[in-house]
T-cell receptor, first 114, second 112 residues
């Protein structure tokens, strides 16, 4: 069966520090991969998605970047964190099955920028 | 573009009450529709789905019917439990299937 891992689970970082969040998927190949951010009590904001290795689509201009160095690995990075980067970061994957593309989420990373 | 509009919360119900959370969508082509549930501090879990008009998705006592004529996918449950307290998201997968569009979420609290 497929599983998705995200780490770390929680992170507290000072303003101006770098960031690296990692997401890996097991049990599937060539998935679409996604990074979302969820501010406290708010909905989901799509940050990036990827349909293949090295292919990244950015949905929102910001100081974040994403990379996909391997088929089932998706990394979210920042060179200098802002206070507004605090939130709950969710990685997700999807594959097409029986003509339908379903999306599945990881457990999330809670990031607090101080 | 594609979008989802979801009933604003928060919703507070007594245990065993009937639940309806409204969801309408705008999309080109024939989207697939989903409901996700998010418990505090966790990621989203797929609750149910429907892939074509008049399909009914169901899981754990929850149901939703894909209504193309009204572009709706309302979530219902006949008798809610305290354990159903969570945030519920309506979503669609567009024609290309690469992007998913989510509603803003509806917070449900069930009190004993």
């Amino acid at each position: 069966s497929q599983t998705i891992h995200q780490w770390p689970a929680t992170l507290v970082q000072p303003v101006g520090s770098p960031l690296s969040l990692e997401c890996t998927v097991e049990g599937t190949s060539n998935p679409n991969l996604y990074w979302y951010r969820q501010a406290a009590g708010r909905g989901l904001q799509l940050l990036f998605y990827s349909v293949g290795i090295g292919q990244i689509s950015s949905e929102v201009p910001q100081n974040l970047s994403a990379s996909r160095p391997q088929d089932r690995q998706f990394i979210l990075s920042s060179k200098k964190l802002l206070l507004s980067d605090s939130g709950f970061y969710l990685c997700a994957w999807s594959v097409r099955s029986a003509g339908v593309r379903e999306q599945f989420f990881g457990p999330g990373t809670r990031l607090t920028v101080l | 573009g594609d979008s989802v509009t979801q009933m604003e919360g928060p919703v507070t119900l007594s245990e065993e009450a009937f639940l309806t959370i409204n969801c309408t969508y705008t999309a080109t082509g024939y989207p697939s529709l989903f409901w996700y549930v998010q418990y505090p501090g966790e990621g989203l879990q797929l609750l149910l789905k429907a892939t074509k008009a008049d399909d009914k998705g169901s899981n754990k006592g929850f149901e939703a019917t894909y209504r193309k004529e009204t572009t709706s996918f309302h979530l219902e449950k006949g008798s809610v439990q305290v354990s159903d307290s969570a945030v519920y998201f309506c979503a669609l997968s567009g024609w290309t299937g690469n992007q998913f569009y989510f509603g803003t979420g509806t917070s449900l609290t069930v009190i004993p």
